[in-house]
């Protein structure tokens, strides 16, 4: 059995390595790093996958998201709703731009936000919403535009962790997750689901004006060389990164699959551990299981982290402290409530290694030990 890592990025390049050398050589041979044809290769072929009109590339997930509300004209002292139970960089950037996060709390099952907890946090300063999908699940989207359009709020989706995942509506028809908001986001840093060799971004959008104004924010507001339209950013995709991720892309629902039929392994062997609950499923959303996330009940969490970990077995905390009691938030946000299911999340959850190369006998002795340790 190989050692168990919380991802395996190493057995994935090597089954795919002749294609990724050359891809990479070629792009050596050419000498086009910046802006060279692989980029715009890679925003056609995303936006083919997400079957969205515009895809903007750029230079990390973290930057998308800050390009993405310096083109929806948002100023200083707006406020952006933003989940608690998230990873920092979606409400970092809000800060960055002198706008306010408003922090809100999750549902317990799908980890997401929803409008009914949105609704809570509406105020005449609220000028969009950034609905996260954690950890390769969508949040509900159909309600969360329904209020976003009678509020006249702007939606922007943080699509880093669930890149491939599709939004199911009531009458049947699907959307790729990022591209039913206003803008979606994502990022290409090598853990995620479509990960490239360093860091790596991109916005998708249906709105020609805003994909424009995009794409002229991520090169320093340039409408033509030296003349300059907007305060920008210097943000983009490396060629190389591109032709890698022109590469990955061709594999990448067969490795949503590899990680869903992982997923449904964990659920079968760990779904009667009473001290566990396996991560739900919602009726609208596929899910690409960016992470596995279990919930861990009495306070045994921590301890059955520490058990695995002695046992060769990595195990992650996705994520330990709820944004509102960061103290880089303290003077610059407002939570909504005591925010109790974020902060019970954070003393709960438990992420298990998940990628594209899980062996069955690696997993069978994660289940094994995890049981072990429930005796
Ligand atoms: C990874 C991640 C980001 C940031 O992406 P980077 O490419 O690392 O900047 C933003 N939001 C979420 C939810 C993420 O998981």
Same mark, same amino acid.
């Given at each position: 059995m190989e050692k168990i890592q919380m991802v395996d990025l190493k057995s994935q390049y090597l089954k795919i390595k002749s294609s990724i050398d050359s891809a990479i050589a070629d792009c050596i041979d050419t000498t086009a790093f910046i802006n060279g044809p692989q980029v715009k290769q890679f925003t056609d072929n995303l936006s083919a996958y997400l079957d969205v009109p515009y895809v903007i590339a750029c230079a990390n997930g973290t930057d998308a998201l800050q390009i993405a509300m310096m083109a929806l004209g948002l100023e200083r002292g707006d406020e952006v709703i933003v989940p608690s139970f998230t990873y920092v960089a979606t409400a970092e950037v809000i800060g960055l731009l002198g706008l306010v996060p408003v922090m809100v709390d999750v549902d317990p099952s799908s980890f997401n936000i929803t409008a009914d907890i949105i609704k809570t946090a509406l105020s005449p300063r609220t000028k969009a919403i950034v609905p996260v999908h954690l950890f390769g699940q969508c949040a509900d989207m159909t309600p969360i535009m329904q209020l976003a359009k009678e509020h006249g709020l702007y939606v922007i989706e943080d699509t880093a962790q669930a890149l491939g995942a599709d939004y199911f509506f009531a009458d049947g028809r699907k959307m790729k997750a990022g591209t039913i908001g206003n803008i979606g986001t994502t990022s290409f840093f090598p853990s995620k689901n479509l990960g490239c060799y360093g860091d790596g971004g991109a916005l998708y959008t249906r709105n020609k004006e805003l994909a424009d104004k995009i794409g002229m924010i991520a090169n320093h507001g340039q409408i033509k060389k030296y003349v300059h339209k907007y305060i920008g950013v210097n943000s983009r995709l490396d060629t190389l990164q591109a032709a890698i991720l022109n590469v990955k892309l061709t594999h990448l629902d067969s490795y949503a699959n590899a990680r869903q039929e992982a997923a449904k392994y964990y659920d079968t062997k760990l779904g009667d551990v009473s001290e566990l609950s396996v991560p739900s499923r919602s009726e609208y959303s596929s899910h690409v299981?960016?992470?596995? *996330? +279990? =919930?861990? =009940?009495?306070? =045994?969490?921590?301890? +059955? =982290? *520490?058990? +695995?970990?002695?046992?060769?077995? @990595?195990?992650?905390?996705?994520? @330990?402290? @709820?944004?509102?009691d960061q103290e880089a938030f303290m003077n610059i946000g407002r939570a909504i409530g005591n925010l109790p299911v974020s902060r019970e999340l954070c003393s709960q959850v438990l992420s298990l290694p998940i990628h594209t190369e899980m062996e069955k006998a690696q997993q069978d002795y994660i289940i094994e030990n995890i049981k072990a340790f429930f005796k």
């Open positions: 299981f960016h992470q596995y *996330t +279990l =919930k861990v =009940k009495d306070n =045994k969490r921590n301890e +059955l =982290k *520490t058990y +695995l970990e002695s046992k060769g077995i @990595p195990a992650m905390i996705y994520y @330990p402290i @709820p944004l509102n």
